[in-house]
């Protein structure tokens, strides 16, 4: 029996170009500045020297830190350090009302079900976890964050590694095959399912479903049935 749902964000709840398109410019155009005039910033701080870390710099000027992680943002790097920083960043764009974040029309409406019928729902993605909290709290569909019981993100480890989904089983403390993961990544599927938990693809483009699939495959939240 599935007690817990555990989604990812970009191509299952949301659409990948409101990420592309719009969050991951605004972060880009943005950061330079944020990086100089946050520079005594503690937290701030702590990024940007994982960043470099990450990096195998060690030793580098600011400069050379920021056009570092412009360079991450061009290339969807899933670093953690970045994240962390996008996600600092995001947030006055939120708070100004700038833009929502994208959900798909079935998601809030799912969500909302899913949590009345008992089921504890979770998030995980590469963003970091203040910036997925920032995200539902600001939706087109309103205020989702009420629906989760909690955030996952690559600090517990990468999505296509099966010991970060033993991790989340042991955190939320439900048995792997009692929690249902939807993404629409196969790798992360696969991963998922060798830690034991159930899945579902999302394939949000019609006609995209794989034939013959290791997951169970749907277009939409509403075909699942958990």
Known sequence: MITTILTDIEGTTSSISFVKDVLFPY????????????????????????AAKEAGLVSASRQEIIELLVGWIDADRKSTA???????????GYATGEYRAHVYPEVAARLRAWQAEGKRLYVY????VPAQRLFFAHTEAGDLTPCFSGY????????????????????????PGAILFLSDIVEELDAAAAAGL???????????????GAHRCVADFDAIDP
């Open 82 to 92: 970045l994240k962390a920083l996008q996600g600092m960043i995001w947030k006055d």
């Open 125 to 128: 993605s590469s963003g970091s």
């Open 198 to 212: 159930q899945t579902t693809l999302l394939a949000r483009a019609p006609g995209t479903c794989p034939a013959g």
């Open 152 to 175: 996952f993100d690559t600090e517990t480890g990468p999505k296509r590694d099966a010991e970060s989904y033993r991790r989340i089983a042991n955190a939320i403390g439900e048995p």
């Open 27 to 50: 972060a880009r155009e943005r950061l330079p500045a944020f990086v100089e005039t946050h520079a005594d910033d503690a937290q701030v701080q702590h990024w940007l020297h994982e």
